[in-house]
C-alpha cells in the first residue's frame, strides 16, 4: 500500500492473529475460571496443552494482554501495586523454588533468591494476597516433568496444591502433554485441575474441517488486504490443500509461512502475496518442510490424492 512504509507493512504481518473456534474455547475456560475466583473460596484451576506450535502461548499472550492490569494505590501513606494476572514462564530446569523465586521477582520483591525455600513460599502467599491477584497463569509447565526423579515431582505438585489452597486464586497452566504427568502425579492436586483443554492443530477429513481450515485461511487473507491491493487468494481450494499438507494444520506453522511469504511479496513489491513466495518460505523453514516428500507450492497441479497428508512429519 502506498500510504504504507515498508517497515509498518512487515509490522502488521507480524502482528496478524487468527481468532478460530479452539482459541475462543480456550479464551472461554480462562475467562470462566477467573471470574469464578471472585465469588468462590474454591475455584478450579485450568490446564492447556498441546503440541509445540499448536497457538498456547498466543493464548497465553492474548489473555495477559486483554485481561490483565496494574494499579498502583496508596494505602496508610504507603503505596502498593495491585495487579490482576501473576504470569510468568516457567524457567528450566524447573523446580517450586525457581518458580518461587520467578514469581516473587514478577511481584516486586527486592530479594527473590533470599531466604529458605518455605520462607520464600510464605512471601509469595503474602504477597499475592496483597497485590489482590486474581489469577496467576504459567507457562511452559512441562519444564516440570522429571520421569527419573518421582520425588521432585512430588514436589512440585505438592507445592502447587498448597499455593492454590492457601490463596483461593485459580491457576492456568499451559504445557505440553506431559504436563498432565505433574498433575496426575498428586489426586488432591489433579482435583483442583477438573478442566483440561487441549488445543490440536486443525483437522482435515471431515467436509466441516476442511470448511473451518479454509475459513482460517480466508481471515488470514483478509488482514493481508491492509497490505496488499489484492487477495491472495488463500483459501481457494487447491492452495489450501497445499498449505494444510504443508503445515498438517499447526498454527504456528501456518503463520511462519504465511509471514515470510507475506515478507517475500513485499520485498518484490508485488500486488498480492504469490505462491512462488510461498514455496521460498517452505524451503526456508526446515522444522515445516522435514519429512514432506515435495514442496507442495512447487508442484504444478498438486493433488492430496498423490501426497496424502498422512505422511509423517
Known amino acids: 500500500m502506498e500510504t504504507m512504509t515498508r517497515e509498518s507493512r512487515l509490522k502488521f504481518?507480524?502482528?496478524i492473529r487468527?481468532?478460530?473456534?479452539?482459541?475462543?474455547?480456550?479464551?472461554?475456560?480462562?475467562?470462566?475460571?477467573?471470574?469464578?475466583?471472585?465469588?468462590?473460596?474454591?475455584?478450579?484451576?485450568?490446564?492447556?496443552?498441546?503440541?509445540?506450535?499448536?497457538?498456547?502461548?498466543?493464548?497465553?499472550?492474548?489473555?495477559?494482554?486483554?485481561?490483565?492490569?496494574?494499579?498502583?494505590?496508596?494505602?496508610?501513606g504507603m503505596q502498593a501495586t495491585n495487579r490482576?494476572?501473576?504470569?510468568?514462564?516457567?524457567?528450566?530446569?524447573?523446580?517450586?523454588?525457581?518458580?518461587?523465586?520467578?514469581?516473587?521477582s514478577e511481584l516486586g520483591d527486592p530479594y527473590p533468591s533470599r531466604g529458605t525455600a518455605p520462607q520464600k513460599y510464605n512471601?509469595?502467599?503474602?504477597?499475592?494476597e496483597a497485590n489482590r491477584v486474581e489469577l496467576i497463569m504459567l507457562d511452559e509447565f512441562q519444564h516440570f516433568v522429571d520421569r527419573d526423579k518421582e520425588k521432585v515431582i512430588y514436589k512440585v505438585s505438592d507445592w502447587f496444591k498448597s499455593l492454590?489452597?492457601?490463596?483461593?486464586?485459580?491457576?492456568v497452566l499451559f504445557g505440553l502433554k506431559d504436563s498432565e504427568l505433574v498433575l496426575d502425579y498428586n489426586p488432591q492436586l489433579s482435583r483442583r485441575f477438573p478442566t483440561r483443554y487441549q488445543v490440536k492443530p486443525f483437522g482435515y477429513v471431515s467436509s466441516s474441517e476442511v470448511e473451518t481450515f479454509r475459513r482460517v485461511l480466508h481471515e488470514i487473507d483478509k488482514q493481508l488486504m491492509e497490505v496488499f491491493d489484492m487477495q491472495s487468494m488463500l483459501a481457494d481450494e487447491?492452495?489450501?490443500?497445499?498449505?494444510?499438507?504443508?503445515?498438517?494444520?499447526?498454527?504456528?506453522?501456518i503463520m511462519k509461512l504465511v509471514r515470510k511469504a507475506a515478507?517475500?511479496?513485499?520485498?518484490?513489491?508485488?500486488?498480492?502475496?504469490?505462491?512462488?513466495?510461498?514455496a521460498k518460505a517452505f524451503e526456508l523453514f526446515t522444522h515445516v518442510s522435514s519429512g514432506k516428500a515435495v514442496n507442495p507450492f512447487l508442484i504444478e497441479e498438486f493433488t492430496l490424492s498423490k501426497y496424502p497428508i498422512t505422511t509423517a512429519k
Open 263 to 278: 515478507k517475500y511479496a513485499i520485498d518484490r513489491e508485488a500486488e498480492r502475496v504469490e505462491i512462488e513466495d510461498f
Open 123 to 128: 512471601r509469595l502467599v503474602k504477597l499475592i
Open 164 to 171: 492454590i489452597n492457601q490463596t483461593k486464586v485459580p491457576v
Open 238 to 253: 487447491e492452495f489450501a490443500d497445499r498449505m494444510y499438507y504443508a503445515t498438517r494444520g499447526v498454527i504456528d506453522s
Open 18 to 76: 487468527v481468532i478460530h473456534p479452539a482459541f475462543m474455547q480456550a479464551m472461554q475456560l480462562i475467562e470462566d475460571v477467573h471470574q469464578e475466583s471472585s465469588y468462590s473460596t474454591d475455584p478450579h484451576s485450568v490446564l492447556v496443552y498441546g503440541e509445540s506450535g499448536s497457538g498456547k502461548t498466543t493464548i497465553y499472550e492474548t489473555y495477559i494482554a486483554k485481561h490483565n492490569k496494574v494499579v498502583s494505590t496508596t494505602v496508610d
Open 84 to 104: 490482576v494476572i501473576l504470569y510468568a514462564s516457567i524457567p528450566s530446569p524447573a523446580s517450586n523454588v525457581s518458580v518461587s523465586e520467578k514469581l516473587l
Open 13 to 15: 504481518v507480524e502482528g
